[in-house]
């Protein structure tokens, strides 16, 4: 496969005065199948009788749709592998995973093949990827984008957001998906910093960027990270059962292996639906509740840097899941809007990744705080 050739599972040629945009290819585009990357849809998809509803402001600017983006199989795991359709090449390191599941909307834009991108995140889809590849992505506040024409993965949990090389990209294509946002004229200045059990020197990265940035930065020793994740696992597998588990029963050698043994593992998460139900509104409120000391939330996207391609085949790779996803799927749980952007590392050639969580709602402050942090580490 030649550069770029698995970045897109269908490329379009269109006309248009607006920007390039890439749209991951379980969001209908008209006229398009919509594959969610999986030999199992694409066999019977036909074409989308509509766009999704969340295109809408990008048809009306006038955007460039120029492709469907591939992705982790059925936007299930945050490796950004892909069996049928190839594994879109991270543009810092070809050995290292792209992230998912959004990953070909990630090397899209990092690559400068598409100006935006349009992913989906429920479990970290959006943000893992650009922390693999050096590029930004907006986690947005569930439920405040539409998700009619959207192939589903955890109903409970998805969001559709931007993905772009920039933080103004984001904006912009925030402008795109909602037509009349508008950011905060000023960022936040009192940023929660939460200790994380990160690589020391991803930890010193993130610090590094709070402090040049000149914000007043609160330690915060939170303990909710562990329920958090806990509760997001039960309802995650329990609601990717019911929307995919027909789908490997019925074509179970057009789904890849990584999939079925996802699907093999719901019953050990299954039994702790009912206490996740029930833990879920405090272990939300304890997390609200930080934000009543401060403004927003700061904290690694990854943990560590992008594992290489080889760690993850086989035996290696429900760890790396684990430990992929360990700051990042408890938002989905709690539904707030999540940033994540390049940082530098000092003495590595890999950037960390900033990853900022605000209350509900509060995308518009998001993304001028994480502009000014943008600036501040050029």
């Known amino acids: 496969m030649g550069a770029g050739m698995s970045t897109f599972i269908t490329r379009l040629d269109v006309a248009g005065t607006g920007p390039r945009v890439a749209v991951k290819d379980i969001i209908d585009v008209a006229g398009v199948p919509t594959t969610a990357g999986s030999r199992a849809v694409e066999r019977t998809a036909g074409p989308a009788a509509a766009d999704a509803p969340c295109l809408d402001g990008v048809r009306a600017a006038d955007a460039r749709i120029v492709g469907k983006t591939n992705l982790h199989e059925l936007a299930m795991l945050p490796i950004g592998t892909n069996p049928w359709f190839g594994t879109p090449v991270n543009p810092l390191d070809p050995t290292l995973i792209p992230g998912g599941s959004s990953s070909g909307s990630a090397v899209a834009v990092a690559t400068e093949e598409a100006d935006v991108a349009l992913g989906s995140d429920t479990g970290g889809s959006i943000r893992v990827p650009s922390a693999c590849c050096g590029s930004c992505g907006l986690k947005t506040t569930y439920g405040r984008l539409p998700l009619d024409g959207v192939w589903p993965l955890a109903p409970s949990l998805d969001t559709i957001g931007p993905m772009a090389r920039t933080i103004e990209g984001l904006i912009s294509s925030m402008q795109l998906l909602e037509p009349g946002f508008s950011p905060s004229a000023a960022p936040a200045q009192r940023i ?48 990717l059962w019911e929307v995919d588990h027909k789908l490997v029963e019925n074509d179970p050698t057009a789904v890849g292996d990584d999939i079925v043994m996802t699907l093999g593992m719901v019953d050990l998460f299954r039994p ?107």
């Open 192 to 239: 929660g910093r939460l200790r994380t059990a990160s690589q020391p020197e991803i930890e010193e990265a993130i610090d590094d960027a709070l402090h040049v940035s000149g914000f007043d930065v609160v330690p915060i020793d939170w303990d909710g990270f562990e329920v958090g994740t806990n509760c997001f696992t039960a309802v995650f597998f329990s609601e």
């Open 272 to 378: 702790g639906l009912e206490d996740a139900k029930r833990q879920l509104p405090g272990w939300r409120a304890s997390l609200f509740a930080l934000f009543d000391q401060v403004e927003l939330l700061a904290l690694p996207t990854l943990p560590m840097f992008p594992p290489s391609l080889e760690e993850v085949s086989g035996e290696g790779l429900v760890t790396t899941i684990i430990e992929i996803t360990r700051h990042v799927s408890l938002f989905n749980a709690a539904g707030t809007p999540c940033t994540a952007q390049p940082v530098p590392t000092p003495g590595s050639p890999l950037p960390a990744s900033l990853q900022l969580v605000g209350p509900m709602g509060s995308e518009e402050l998001l993304l001028p705080t994480a502009a000014r942090v943008q600036t501040a580490v050029a």
